[in-house]
């Protein structure tokens, strides 16, 4: 009998640096990607083994979001820049009661088509509790292009943490989705949401509720 020699081929980890978010590269220094995904207007920090994003991070300027929006009569489809064994699929979802959560918001990008698609890649997907998605993150995504609006640009990361078990095809449920928030040439400091990923309470919750910190994010998510 012939022996077969199986060579496993590790994935490296990259440190999350983007070209977006230059002044929040340094506030989750530690976090790692097995893959760094550059998109036409935002950077993934992409896990193979949660089969989502850790993260992601654009800017967004007031520009954008004054733009004409285009029609949003788009689709999901898999991140053929992955690997298979990376990849989830939008099928994965289906019947376990969790949104497609878009971590680079469709809203902000759909002053232009080919990016607009590119939110739509299930690399920039996360699985989302429906009235966190639909109600408070919604809110959330608002008031961020209000900011841009206001101060002319800023730069964003947002991502998820934790685990509440899995989909289909070993997809992570995270147990709490967070944006970080910095407004460049200003002295402020970058704002913080860090949320369950629920429903309970999510229709009807203020901004201002799931408002935290630097240091609440670092314990919550082991960054």
């Not at 992601?56 to 300027?61: L, P, S």
């Not at 607009?116 to 429906?130: G, R, V, Y």
């Not at 002295?187 to 919750?205: E, H, V, Y």
Request: hydrophobic share 35%; net charge positive; aromatic share 16%.
């Amino acid at each position: 009998m012939k022996k077969i020699l199986l060579i496993c081929v590790p994935f490296f980890l990259f440190a999350f640096y983007s070209k977006y978010t230059s002044n929040l590269n340094g506030i989750i220094k530690d976090l790692k990607c097995d893959r760094v995904l550059h998109k036409k207007a935002f950077d993934i920090c992409y896990s193979c083994f949660k089969k989502e994003p850790n993260a992601v991070a654009y800017t967004i300027t007031k520009k954008m979001v004054k733009a004409k929006s285009y029609i949003r009569n788009l689709t999901f489809h898999p991140d053929y820049f992955l690997p298979r064994k990376c990849r989830s699929y939008s099928n994965d979802y289906k019947h376990y009661g969790y949104d497609r959560g878009h971590n680079a918001e469709n809203a902000t990008f759909d002053y232009n088509r080919a990016i607009q698609k590119e939110t739509f890649l299930m690399s920039n997907i996360s699985p989302q509790a429906k009235w966190l998605n639909r109600k408070y993150w919604a809110k959330l995504e608002k008031f961020t292009r209000y900011l841009a609006v206001r101060y002319g640009k800023i730069e964003v990361i947002t991502g998820s943490c934790g685990s509440k078990g899995y989909l289909k095809n070993h997809v992570n449920i995270p147990a709490y989705w967070f944006k970080i928030v910095s407004i460049p040439n200003t002295r402020m400091s970058p704002i913080i949401f860090l949320a369950p990923n629920i429903n309970k309470g999510m229709k009807t919750a203020p901004i201002r509720k799931y408002q935290s910190s630097l240091k609440k994010l670092e314990k919550i998510c082991d960054f």
